[in-house]
């Protein structure tokens, strides 16, 4: 009996530190939240969120591709009209998440500093890989020419077996679209299949790992 509320009372510890430091987060990012957002259980953690946004400021980044929109899309854009300059380009594959998306947008006045690009996903082409991705035709004439110092991976959702490979090909956009310097921030990498998306995105660009949050879902990636 002693052990057993020895248990209770650690997993009620961790979740007491878990939401303290969502609550600090959130207190810290307070100047970039958006006017109004319909937060839940798919949106980014504001832990994960503080440490994107503190990277991105400090390393000036300012040309940044994510696959899923949602919370960071918003923050991010926030902060670019703080300084004046800097662009979030977002693939989202949900047309009604696509439409409220836009009018948070509109609302928060971020229409210089966010685009969000309906892109429906297609049955990947990889083999031995199950999920749907981006369709390349609608994305790569969304930003053709453009190249980007920070990618954010969270999307598209791959959180079923019949989806769990969806994100794996997402080491196309940083082969096709990165500067020379540039981060990578994914989230839910811990997850089966993201497991090996992470995997493979270090092996295959030499990247190191800046930053995990070990209360969240989040990792930072840099050469």
Request: with cysteine.
């Amino acid at each position: 009996m002693k052990n057993y509320f020895k248990g209770i009372g650690n997993l009620f510890g961790k979740d007491i530190v878990f939401f303290l430091k969502e609550q600090k987060s959130r207190s810290e990012l307070n100047n970039f939240l958006p006017t109004y957002f319909p937060y839940s259980t798919f949106s980014i953690l504001y832990s994960d969120l503080e440490m994107l946004l503190n990277h991105t400021i400090f390393n000036g980044s300012t040309t940044i591709l994510e696959t899923g929109s949602g919370l960071s899309t918003l923050v991010l854009g926030k902060y670019f009209k703080f300084i004046g300059h800097g662009k979030v380009i977002s693939l989202e594959n949900d047309k009604k998440w696509y439409d409220l998306m836009t009018n948070l947008i509109t609302a928060d006045e971020l229409s210089d500093f966010v685009k969000i690009v309906y892109c429906p996903t297609i049955d990947i082409k990889h083999s031995n890989k199950k999920g749907k991705w981006y369709d390349e035709a609608v994305y790569q004439e969304e930003i053709a020419g453009v190249k980007f110092d920070g990618f954010i991976l969270d999307g598209p959702r791959a959180n079923s077996p019949a989806l769990i490979d969806s994100r794996y090909p997402s080491y196309t956009l940083i082969e096709g679209y990165a500067k020379s310097n540039y981060f990578v921030f994914m989230d839910d990498y811990k997850r089966t299949g993201d497991k090996e998306n992470f995997a493979n995105i270090i092996a295959k660009f030499h990247l190191s790992i800046v930053k995990q949050n070990r209360h969240g879902k989040g990792v930072l990636l840099t050469k």
